[in-house]
């Protein structure tokens, strides 16, 4: 099945050979070609250009894109798709004044969540996730990875991961599953951490790599949460089942925890609220991609990622939702966009490489995925008619999504 998109006004994010990653300066640049086609064989980009050089096709279908952008389907690589109910009570003590320490304390937050998801059956969590995969499908999202972490028991994250393969057999979207057991202690391994490591690392990490259910690894690494030690032993653990790390770190504190990610060869280190220069300077040495959740930052009120500061260094970005229901009941990655740039200040051109090709990497798919390049998939947003690609973060709260093409299907 072929389809011809013609009349481009302008197609972002052109790559003729492929790249895994942008990095620093080279962040701000944003290839394109205004007035093209691009064509679909087989679900993959065949070719893309200008109109001039625009192929005929006999066969398949034909889409007027005149007045309209066209970029990659953004890749989101950090959410928690995958829960049961809602955390909208929190919501409102937080606007009453509790934090989200306070209400974690209290036994609320990830805790809240766990319980939810150990009292619900999983036929009913896969169809509370769908719901939410449905969605940001329609919001350009082509690519997700999904972690576990409201289970902390061994059926509850296998629960969860089962959903995840289940929603990935079931939709065209590209899904990697994270196993996050060390999401959080559960109450009664508060004064007992070895213990529940000793369940992490024994129990249920061998029924995962049993049924092939994760492609990464995570904890939170936090004060209060996993130190860093503890998260050493389970990237280790980790590896020895294949697992690459993927780790929240640096939310709300600096404990070195980068450093040790780095030494452990994490894929990613997500949330990075707070960072220091010598954090920085780890990142610099690194294949490690650092990943900005700002609606985070937005919904729970705390700083944003010092996204200028890291790209001045030469580090590379990547921007993703953090979709979940304690600190971003939010999947929308057109938000996050328009956030990095509003709040962050980064470019368009830096958001944009931020939400495809390094999204991309940090999910372990930038040599399929990210950019428009012959023979990737074919994963694309078709915009409404824009003034330029700027509108895109300008206009923040307008649905500027026309059509969306995930894995070579049109969406609607
Ligand atoms: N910080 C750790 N995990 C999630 C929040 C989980 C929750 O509150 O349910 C996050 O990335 O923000
Ligand atoms: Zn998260």
């Known amino acids: ?42 679900n993959l980009i065949a070719d893309f250009g200008t109109m001039e050089d625009c192929p005929d096709i006999s066969t398949g279908q034909v889409i007027d894109a005149t007045g309209k952008t066209v970029l990659p389907s953004w890749v989101d690589s950090h959410t928690h798709i995958v829960y049961a109910g809602n955390r909208i009570q929190e919501f409102a003590d937080r606007i009453n004044g509790l934090s989200y320490e306070e209400i974690a304390n209290r036994g609320g937050g990830i ?24 969605e940001i499908m329609q919001q350009g999202t082509g690519a997700v990875e999904i972690k576990s972490g409201y289970g902390l028991t061994v059926e509850g994250e296998l ?3 089962r959903v995840i393969k289940k929603l990935a057999e079931n939709y065209p979207v590209k899904i ?8 959080a ?27 092939k259910l994760a492609d990464y690894i995570d904890a939170f690494l936090e004060t209060g949460y996993f130190s860093v030690e503890e998260t050493e032993r389970i990237m280790a653990a980790g590896k020895q089942y294949g697992l690459i790390s ?34 920085i300077e780890v990142l610099k040495n690194s294949d490690t991609m650092p ?8 919904f729970i009120s705390i700083p944003y990622t010092p996204a200028r500061k890291m790209i001045s260094a030469g580090l590379p970005l990547a921007l993703a939702t953090d979709f979940n229901p304690g600190t971003t009941p939010s999947g929308n990655m057109n938000f996050v966009v328009a956030t990095a740039c509003i709040k962050m200040k980064m470019t368009p051109e830096e958001a944009i490489n931020a939400a495809t090709i390094n999204g991309a990497y940090a999910m372990g798919i930038s040599a399929t995925h990210g950019s428009i390049t012959k023979g990737k998939h074919a994963n694309l947003i078709i915009t409404k008619p824009l003034a330029s690609y700027y509108q895109l973060p300008y206009a923040f709260g307008s649905n500027l999504i026309d059509q969306v093409i995930i894995e070579g299907q049109l969406l609607y």
């Open 291 to 298: 990943v900005a959740l700002p609606s985070c930052s937005y």
């Open 159 to 161: 629960k969860m991961l």
């Open 176 to 183: 990697k599953a994270t196993f996050l057991g060390a999401h």
């Open 246 to 279: 993927k780790i929240h770190v640096n939310q709300f504190t600096a404990i070195n925890g980068i450093e040790a990610c780095v030494k452990h060869g994490a894929l990613s280190v997500d949330h990075l609220e707070i960072v220091t220069d010598e954090d």
């Open 1 to 42: 099945m072929k389809i011809l998109i013609t009349n481009i006004k302008e197609l972002l994010q052109i790559r003729e050979a492929a790249i895994d990653k942008v990095s620093g300066a080279d962040m701000a640049v944003l290839p394109k070609i205004d007035n093209a086609y691009l064509l679909i064989e087989n």
């Open 185 to 211: 202690f559960p109450m009664q391994y508060k004064e007992n951490h070895a213990a529940y490591l000793d369940v992490i690392i024994n129990e249920m990490l061998p029924k995962i790599a049993e049924e």
């Open 111 to 134: 805790l809240n969540s766990a319980k939810k998801l150990n009292e619900t059956p999983e036929e009913e969590i896969y169809n509370q996730s769908k719901l939410r995969l449905e």
